[in-house]
Every structure is written in structure tokens, then in C-alpha cells.
Antibody, heavy 116, light 109 residues
Framework: EVQLVQSGAEVKKPGESLRISCKSS????????IGWVRQMPGKGLEWMGI????????RYSPSFQGQVTISVDKSFSTAYLQWSSLKASDTAMYYC?????????WGQGTLVTVSS | QSVLTQPPSASGTPGQRVTISCSGS????????VNWYQQLPGTAPKLLIY???QRPSGVPDRFSGSRSGTSASLAISGLQSEDEADYYC??????????FGGGTKLTVL
């Protein structure tokens, strides 16, 4: 059974750094792209970017290029989404999703709250 | 403003058939397949339709998808109260990244 399990909710202050994680199981981690999707409070889904764990090839939406970093650790079948300096506007639910072309299996979501 | 355009809302009564549209362009829907997702309140999205018209195992055949030119549609027949949710279309773009539609909130009256 394919499962993506994300790390728990985070509360951070503006300017702080953060890395959230998504651990995959039930499939060959290095053979599927995996990516991140943002959902701001009361809003729709936004595709952020994806990474291919086999060679770490990464693609970002222009809206998120330079704002976040997507990475993987193949030895732990885990993908990461990282910010170096959070803003209040980063407050959102973040979902990881395995991609078979487009997202198919989804994690449960990680709520990130950025507030002073 | 999303690149893929969906109506913000749709509604129907139990047993009715409703359709939700998704309009794109030649660089996304016109040249790539479309997925549809259902998001129940407070939960993660769930894959409903993939490759324009394919249902994953476990999705009732009341849900169907189609694509024509630069548009796609999701149809739900025999509407049930548990179908009340947000629905999103998604397509890959030839500029090498993905898009979601703005989402459609379906209300079962």
C-alpha cells in the first residue's frame, strides 16, 4: 500500500527557517517524481514543484522558484520542503504528493503557521 | 487567477447529474492529460479521475471524465450528499510545471 506520511504541524516566527518532511513507503521511491502542493487558508491548490529522487532533478513553478527548496534523502525515502526565511504569507497547509505525471497519492498535510 | 479555469460553484439535488468544466489552453489541456481531485472538508485531496477519463480502483462509476480540445469536464451522476466537496482539475504544462484549476465547490441541495 502506497503511503506518504508528513511531519507534524509547525508554528514559526517570521524570518525563521523550516524544513518539513514526507516519508514514502509501499513503492519504489526512486522511480516516481514527488512534489509539494500549497493550500492557503480557504483557498485552492497550488502546484509548487517536484523532484525525481533517482537523480534529484527538480522543477519549480515560477511562483515558488527561489522561495523554497525541494530535496530528498533516498536512504530514508523522504522528501523535504525547506524555507530559509519564513514570511507570514507562508502560512498554509502543505501537501506532498507522489506524481505519476500528475499527483496520484497524497500525504495527510502539514500545517505551517507563521506569526509574530 | 488560475491558468485552468473552473466555475467557483456548482449545485444539484440528490439523484441529479452535474458537470464541472475546466478550461485551459493548447500548452496544458490541449496537449497533456487531465486529472480530477476531490477534497472533502478538512481532508487531503483524493485522486478521482486520471488520464482524462480513467477511474482509480475504488472510485464509483458515477464519476466520469472527458477532454475535448483545450477543455475537460467532470460529470457526477446519481448525486449523493457525500459528494459535497471541492473538486479540482489539474494538467501538466509544456513549460514543464503543473497547474490546478481554481476549484469548484459542489453543494448538494
Amino acid at each position: 500500500e502506497v503511503q506518504l506520511v508528513q511531519s507534524g504541524a509547525e508554528v514559526k516566527k517570521p524570518g525563521e527557517s523550516l524544513r518539513i518532511s514526507c516519508k514514502s513507503s509501499g513503492y519504489s521511491f526512486t522511480n516516481f517524481w514527488i512534489g509539494w502542493v500549497r493550500q492557503m487558508p480557504g483557498k485552492g491548490l497550488e502546484w509548487m514543484g517536484i523532484i525525481y529522487p533517482g537523480d534529484s532533478d527538480t522543477r519549480y513553478s515560477p511562483s515558488f522558484q527561489g522561495q523554497v527548496t525541494i530535496s530528498v534523502d533516498k536512504s530514508f525515502s523522504t522528501a523535504y520542503l525547506q524555507w530559509s526565511s519564513l514570511k507570514a504569507s507562508d502560512t498554509a497547509m502543505y501537501y506532498c504528493a507522489r506524481h505519476s505525471g500528475l499527483p496520484d497519492y497524497w500525504g495527510q498535510g502539514t500545517l505551517v503557521t507563521v506569526s509574530s | 487567477q488560475s491558468v485552468l479555469t473552473q466555475p467557483p460553484s456548482a449545485s444539484g439535488t440528490p439523484g441529479q447529474r452535474v458537470t464541472i468544466s475546466c478550461s485551459g489552453s493548447s500548452s496544458n489541456i490541449g496537449s497533456n492529460t487531465v486529472n480530477w481531485y476531490q477534497q472533502l472538508p478538512g481532508t487531503a485531496p483524493k485522486l478521482l479521475i486520471y488520464s482524462n477519463d480513467q477511474r482509480p480502483s475504488g472510485v464509483p462509476d458515477r464519476f466520469s471524465g472527458s477532454r475535448s480540445g483545450t477543455s475537460a469536464s467532470l460529470a457526477i451522476s446519481g448525486l449523493q450528499s457525500e459528494d459535497e466537496a471541492d473538486y479540482y482539475c489539474s494538467a501538466w504544462d509544456d513549460r514543464l510545471y503543473g497547474f490546478f484549476g481554481g476549484g469548484t465547490k459542489l453543494t448538494v441541495l
